[in-house]
C-alpha cells in the first residue's frame, strides 16, 4: 500500500512540475535562447540592439533566421565582392523565406568591429537610428563577414535585417 501511495504522490506532482518547466521556459529571456543559434558577434550585437531597444520602451527583437540567412549572404556577398550598399532588401528577404510586410536594414563595417561601436554608429545617425528604433520591427537576422574589406585587414562587415509593420 505504501508502494500505491508513493506511485499516486509522484503522478501528482509530475503536473506540477510540468508546470514549473512551462512557466520557467515563458520567463528565460528570448534573446539568450534564440542567440544559441547565433555566432557570439552577432549574438552580441542582438543583445546590445536589444538593451537600446528596451531602454526607449520598445519590445526585444526576435531572431528571425530566414533573416539570419538573409544578413549572412549580404555580408558574405559585400566581403566577397567588395562593394558596400543595401540593395534589395526587400527582394533578399523574402527569397530567404521571411515574411514582411514591412524590412528594413542597418548595414557597418569596420577594423576592430565591436557590437556597442556598430550600435553606437547607428544611433549617430538618424536614418540608422530610425529602423533600430522603428516600433513594428519584431523581427531581425544579423550577419557578419570578417576579412580584409577595401584594403582593410581584419575588417568585419555586418548586416542587420528588420521585418514587421
Keep these: 500500500m505504501l508502494y500505491d501511495f508513493k506511485l499516486a504522490r509522484m503522478y ?30 552577432e549574438a552580441s550585437l542582438l543583445i546590445t540592439m536589444n538593451g537600446v531597444r528596451q531602454s526607449n520602451g520598445l519590445p526585444a527583437l526576435r531572431i528571425d533566421f ?30 530567404a523565406g521571411a515574411r514582411g510586410p514591412v524590412f528594413g536594414e542597418d548595414l557597418a563595417w569596420a577594423t576592430g568591429i565591436t557590437a556597442q561601436w556598430v550600435v553606437d554608429r ?3 545617425s538618424p536614418a540608422h537610428r530610425a529602423v533600430l528604433l522603428r516600433p513594428g520591427f519584431r523581427r531581425v537576422g544579423i550577419g557578419y563577414a570578417f576579412g580584409t574589406f577595401i584594403g582593410h585587414g581584419g575588417a568585419g562587415v555586418v548586416t542587420a535585417d528588420f521585418a514587421g509593420r
Design 12 to 41: 501528482a506532482k509530475r503536473p506540477l512540475f510540468v508546470v514549473f518547466l512551462a512557466v520557467f521556459g515563458i520567463l528565460v529571456p528570448a534573446t539568450a535562447a534564440q542567440a544559441r543559434g547565433l555566432t557570439r558577434s
Design 66 to 95: 530566414h533573416l539570419v540567412r538573409a544578413a549572412r549572404a549580404h555580408s558574405a556577398d559585400m566581403m566577397r565582392r567588395q562593394y558596400f550598399a543595401h540593395g534589395s532588401v526587400a527582394g533578399r528577404a523574402v527569397a
Design 122 to 124: 547607428w544611433l549617430a
